[in-house]
């Protein structure tokens, strides 16, 4: 049985997992995200939001290959907005989709939580 790579462009569809790729340093970690962000796998993502260590620490989550995100994940996405506040840092989502993004409006935290269209973009001041 061969492993499905979920990060190959020629994928039809998302995976249902979650895969979390990170890199990074200096204080600035990128995480990148493919699959749905759900109730069963809430302990995967909580750790990929895990406060970067040092002053002023900054997560740049890149979400284009996430298909699916629920109550969750807004909320893991909320509690890494209020850590990384209270350590003086920032989250910064990369490109989620326009369901992603229509439901972080209704829930209202588009408001505080940054959302770029690239990753170049995300990385900068």
């Known amino acids: 049985m061969s492993e499905v ?3 190959s462009a020629d994928r039809a569809e998302e995976p249902e997992e979650l895969w979390v790729s990170r890199a990074g340093d200096g204080g600035v970690r990128v995480v990148t995200l493919a699959g749905e962000i759900d109730y069963h796998n809430r ?3 909580a750790e990929a939001l895990t406060v970067p260590p040092g002053p002023r620490p900054w997560l ?3 979400m284009r290959r ?3 995100l ?3 994940g807004l909320n893991a996405l909320i509690a890494a907005h209020r850590a990384l506040g209270a350590a003086g840092g920032r989250l910064r989502l990369v490109a989620p989709t326009d369901m992603i ?3 972080m409006g209704i829930v209202g935290i588009d408001a505080f939580i940054e959302c770029r269209d690239t990753l170049d973009e995300a990385l900068k001041e």
């Open 101 to 103: 993004k229509r439901t």
């Open 5 to 7: 790579d979920p990060w």
């Open 60 to 62: 740049v989550l890149d």
């Open 43 to 45: 302990a995967v993502f």
């Open 70 to 72: 629920d109550s969750t």
């Open 66 to 68: 996430v298909s699916f």
